[in-house]
Nanobody
Framework: QVQVVESGGGLVHPGGSLRLSCRTSGNGLIVYMSVMGWYRQAPGKQRELVAT???????DYADAVKGRFFISRDNDKNTITLQMNSLEPEDTAVYYCNVHRGNPPVDQWGQGTQVTVSS
């Protein structure tokens, strides 16, 4: 089993920065073999991909955050972070950390952390 916990959300002004962290516990080998990522869900909208990263450091970003958000991974600690720069009101959402693997099947979510961008 894998547990996921996010931290680092909060209120920030437009143009500001915020750093989210995600730590895991449980089966470390499973986490290491999984894709880890950040997703977000704004009020009234579906959950959407923000960024993902493999244990080899291969990343994928949503077009809306490219060049502003940066995902990183610590394979020794099985943690990931999301550095968010030049934040916009449209980035306001609950941000979720995810650990995903197809075989054996793993799809573990954290409880989410609120990010609010407002003046």
């Amino acid at each position: 089993q894998v547990q996921v916990v996010e931290s680092g959300g909060g209120l920030v002004h437009p143009g500001g920065s915020l750093r989210l962290s995600c730590r895991t516990s449980g089966n470390g080998l499973i986490v290491y073999m999984s894709v880890m990522g950040w997703y977000r869900q704004a009020p009234g909208k579906q959950r959407e991909l923000v960024a993902t990263i493999t244990n080899a450091g291969i990343t994928d970003y949503a077009d809306a955050v490219k060049g502003r958000f940066f995902i990183s991974r610590d394979n020794d600690k099985n943690t990931i972070t999301l550095q968010m720069n030049s934040l916009e009101p449209e980035d306001t959402a609950v941000y979720y950390c995810n650990v995903h693997r197809g075989n054996p099947p793993v799809d573990q979510w954290g409880q989410g952390t609120q990010v609010t961008v407002s003046s």
